[in-house]
């Protein structure tokens, strides 16, 4: 099974990094970069491509403080972003 892996390197993404090395499971882990979840068309060809069969998503704008100064890009990755891997 390959198992993408979104804010790959993040503080949650780097503990399932830790734990993938015992899985049987191929991981990818990425971010934002190299597959941008905020672009649906991007995330769909990443998908194919990388026959990707589950997604477990660790990307979050996670900068409360900062959120409403930058409310798009909060919502942007917080919302769009994890629509786009539900659709």
Do not use: P, R
């Amino acid at each position: 099974m390959n198992i993408l892996i979104t804010g790959g390197y993040g503080q949650l993404g780097s503990e399932f990094m830790h734990l993938s090395k015992e899985s049987v499971h191929k991981f990818i882990f990425v971010n934002s970069k190299e597959c941008n979840i905020q672009e649906a068309s991007i995330l769909e060809k990443w998908i194919i491509d990388n026959s990707i069969d589950c997604i477990i998503n660790c990307a979050a704008y996670t900068a409360v403080d900062l959120a409403e100064e930058n409310e798009k890009e909060a919502f942007d990755v917080n919302y769009v972003g994890v629509k786009n891997i539900n659709d």
